[in-house]
T-cell receptor, first 112, second 112 residues
Framework: NAGVTQTPKFQVLKTGQSMTLQCAQDMNHNSMYWYRQDPGMGLRLIYYSASEGTTDKGEVPNGYNVSRLNKREFSLRLESAAPSQTSVYFC???????????FGQGTRLTVV | KNQVEQSPQSLIILEGKNCTLQCNYTVSPFSNLRWYKQDTGRGPVSLTIMTFSENTKSNGRYTATLDADTKQSSLHITASQLSDSASYICVVRVYNFNKFYFGSGTKLNVKP
């Protein structure tokens, strides 16, 4: 049982480049989330998907887009990367509001 | 303003000792409170989830308490081990929304 799988684990981008972070879960969870974590700060929600076919903005959505491709997969796209997007990105999933959330291992992104 | 504040920011204890981490929140309306453990370079792992009606919940050597009246929670670690060295994050969920408030975490260092 793999849980939540994120790819890639590390990435270096030049300013203005685009990329997509991939996330897949094999637990049949309805809700999926994308967070970023910056040094000294708590995790901040970028986007979430409460169910297949729906997505909503979180706390810090600017500069990002998401796609809930199917129940398993939730991708995060940076259209034009900026140095301010240098961060560690985590994907998470959960079955319901009072159930345990599972996090992926994170993607460490550096924009130069 | 909805907030989650954790204390202390960092803590050093000797292996085998007990410790207690604090979490105060002002989030309303309240749905549940979660404690996560995050090892360096890895995603958070759920320790406990408590709803409004739950006062105490244990997971092995970890025991979380919740006082919904004073909006305080604590995480007590018994007989600490070197592997307990990690950041511990308190998260409060807003009722009826996919919205979470994360604390900045307490960094625990267990020394031999």
């Amino acid at each position: 049982n793999a849980g939540v799988t994120q790819t890639p684990k590390f990435q270096v981008l030049k300013t203005g480049q685009s990329m997509t972070l991939q996330c897949a879960q094999d637990m049949n969870h309805n809700s999926m989330y994308w967070y970023r974590q910056d040094p000294g700060m708590g995790l901040r929600l970028i986007y979430y998907s409460a169910s297949e076919g729906t997505t909503d903005k979180g706390e810090v959505p600017n500069g990002y887009n998401v796609s809930r491709l199917n129940k398993r997969e939730f991708s995060l796209r940076l259209e034009s990367a900026a140095p301010s997007q240098t961060s560690v990105y985590f994907c998470a999933s959960e079955a319901g509001s009072n159930t345990e959330a599972f996090f992926g291992q994170g993607t460490r992104l550096t924009v130069v | 303003k909805n907030q989650v504040e954790q204390s202390p920011q960092s803590l050093i204890i000797l292996e085998g000792k007990n410790c207690t981490l604090q979490c105060n929140y002002t989030v309303s309306p309240f749905s549940n409170l979660r404690w996560y453990k995050q090892d360096t370079g890895r995603g958070p792992v759920s320790l406990t989830i408590m709803t409004f009606s739950e006062n105490t919940k244990s997971n092995g050597r970890y025991t979380a308490t919740l006082d919904a009246d004073t909006k305080q929670s604590s995480l007590h670690i018994t007989a600490s081990q070197l592997s307990d060295s990690a950041s511990y994050i308190c998260v409060v969920r807003v009722y009826n929304f996919n919205k979470f408030y994360f604390g900045s975490g307490t960094k625990l260092n267990v020394k031999p």
